[in-house]
């Protein structure tokens, strides 16, 4: 499954796009320099029910976009 195929099937289950699960993200305080990939997955997984290829996924995004 490409990388792309994960952020569209994530949006199809929640409803929500990467900017969406961002601003989310930063609401919670998540967004800081030093964020383990285990604290974004706990949230992903508790909060969306994402498993834990899509909830890594989202987490690449957000280290590639240099928010973490």
């Not at 800081?32 to 029910?49: C, H, R």
């Amino acid at each position: 499954m490409s990388f792309q195929a994960y952020l569209d099937n994530i949006e199809k289950k929640t409803g929500k796009k990467p900017e969406d699960l961002k601003q989310l993200a930063s609401q919670k305080g998540l967004l800081k320099p030093g964020t383990k990939a285990g604290e974004i997955v706990a949230w992903l997984k508790e909060d969306f029910d994402l498993g834990h290829g899509h909830a890594m996924s989202i987490y690449k995004l957000f280290k590639d976009d240099g928010l973490i």
